[in-house]
């Protein structure tokens, strides 16, 4: 079955690590995204991709680092510069939005990551 | 940016309709998304309507959209238990290429 899927589900990083979160997708999508969410805050962009080898900034990319090497693959480090890292993690993908604007651009989300810094 | 704004509890009892109520500001509007989140899970899309419509219907839910008031609403009839999640909406807009630019949530209780 086509899906996104995001690993680990549960993960705990020391103060001063990197630390790396993994999604995955076999959807055939072209654009994928990184979300953060905090309570009462909904859904904030972190970084997003709409084609392998390139990215760009979302609303709070400080702290963070993705690459896009592979259009299967969009990992997310959380670097020791992330002041407040504890959050739960979505990836997400969908169709690029350049091919048509005015075709759908449903997300599909996988299933979240939770960072606690212990 | 184009916001996207939405309350942020809703408390129902069972049996009663909900409606969980959106806005946004920028009129390019494309696609409208309803999603639905269960806890410590992802998101899970409900429905979605086209900026050309007012209104679908799928089971119990219906959506409504009025372009005019730049304003989109997703009321669930029978409201269960099980219904009980954060709902957000998401729009596509047209000037900002089709990204999804999404609201807060609503967080939706529902007391038996």
């Known amino acids: 079955d086509g899906g996104i899927t995001q690993s680990p589900k549960y993960l705990f990083r020391k103060e001063g690590q990197n630390v790396t979160l993994s999604c995955e997708q076999n959807l055939n999508h072209d654009a994928m995204y990184w979300y953060r969410q905090d309570p009462g805050q909904g859904l904030r962009l972190i970084y997003y991709s709409q084609i392998v080898n390139d990215f760009q900034k979302g609303d709070i990319a400080e702290g963070y680092s993705v690459s896009r090497e592979k259009k299967e693959s969009f990992p997310l480090t959380v670097t020791s510069a992330q002041k407040n890292p504890t959050a739960f993690y979505l990836c997400?993908?969908?169709?690029?939005?350049?091919?048509?604007?005015?075709?759908?651009?449903?997300?599909?989300f996988g299933q979240g990551t939770r960072l606690t810094v212990v | 940016g184009e916001d996207v704004e939405q309350s942020l509890f809703l408390s129902v009892r069972e049996g009663d309709s909900s409606v969980i109520n959106c806005t946004y500001t920028d009129s390019s509007s494309t696609y409208l998304y309803w999603y639905k989140q269960e806890p410590g899970a992802g998101l899970q899309l409900l429905t979605y309507?086209?900026?050309?419509?007012d209104m679908k219907q799928d089971q119990r839910l219906t959506v409504l959209l009025n372009k005019k008031d730049k304003h989109l609403s997703l009321r669930i009839a029978d409201t269960q238990t099980g219904d009980s999640a954060i709902y957000f909406c998401a729009v596509s807009f047209y000037n900002q290429g089709g990204k999804l630019i999404f609201g807060q949530g609503t967080e939706l209780s529902v007391k038996p």
């Open positions: 997400a993908s969908s169709i690029a939005w350049h091919r048509s604007l005015l075709m759908n651009t449903e997300a599909f």
């Open positions: 309507i086209f900026s050309n419509m």
